[in-house]
């Protein structure tokens, strides 16, 4: 199983964290977020990893993973940097992290271990999570709501309610390559500017949109993400209390 981080971006509400290395290099308890990544998704079952890297991808690279390059990061969001690594994505399934989390290797093996071609994780528990990271919750929250049958029916809107929230989708998710192909045929039909500005949550929702099922994993352990200062200050915080552990975090719970 392939895995593929997207660290393209700079992350600069991190302010002089990220002035001279990207988000995904950022230290949390004395390691890179990179490398909780890496452990987590090796821990898990992936057993190739490479890094989409725009922004400084010297250093990135500098960290012994292969790297797809991102010449035009600047210029466009998350879809167009997943774009850099379709050759992994059409050649066979791949789970996609987004560069700024840190998650469980349980969590990874749950998504592995999911039916369907295009699944993605979601804490269902967000709540706990949100009410450390937001004085309120539903300014940073986007509705999520799944069918009876598990598959995704909305996801990233804003919501009125927390009743509009049955869970948050950490940035983690994988394909198959039947998932890719319909991915890029979605793709081919939109403007090349449109591609450029789409990023992953609203491509998900024009994938439901589309009639394609999305499964929907809820990962069995605390997990962070890294947006901010504050952000890592909760992460940091987590790892204290050991509800984040490094390499798996088998022994932290919620």
Not at 72 to 92: D, H, I, K, Q, Y
Not at 110 to 123: K, P, Q, R, T, V
Not at 189 to 197: E, F, K, M, S
Not at 229 to 252: K, N, P, S, Y
């Amino acid at each position: 199983m392939r895995g593929v981080v997207l660290a393209a971006g700079r992350g600069s509400r991190l302010g002089e964290l990220t002035a001279r290395r990207p988000k995904c290099l950022v230290p949390l308890a004395g390691r890179p977020l990179l490398d909780w990544q890496r452990a987590a998704l090796t821990a898990g079952g992936v057993t190739e990893l490479a890094v989409v890297a725009g922004y400084r991808a010297d250093l990135v690279a500098a960290q012994g993973l292969p790297v797809f390059p991102a010449p035009r990061w600047e210029r466009t969001n998350m879809v167009g940097s997943l774009l850099a690594a379709a050759p992994w994505l059409r050649s066979g399934p791949c789970v996609v992290s987004y560069g700024d989390i840190v998650y469980s290797a349980a969590t990874v093996r749950n998504l592995l271990a999911a039916d369907g071609d295009l699944a993605i994780s979601y804490d269902p528990d967000w709540l706990r999570l949100w009410r450390l990271r937001f004085a309120d919750p539903l300014d940073d929250a986007e509705t999520f709501r799944r069918r009876p049958d598990g598959t995704l029916s909305e996801i990233g809107g804003t919501p009125h309610s927390v009743d509009e929230v049955t869970g948050q989708y950490l940035g983690l998710l994988r394909f198959t390559p039947p998932a890719w192909a319909a991915v890029e045929r979605l793709l081919a039909g939109l403007p090349p500017r449109q591609v450029d500005a789409l990023d992953l949550t609203s491509l998900l929702q024009a994938l439901v949109d589309a009639g394609e099922r999305i499964g929907t994993v809820p990962c069995p352990d605390a997990w962070a993400e890294v947006d901010d200062a504050d952000d890592l200050a909760v992460a940091t915080d987590l790892v204290r209390r050991g509800r984040l552990a490094f390499a798996g975090g088998q022994e932290a719970r919620r």
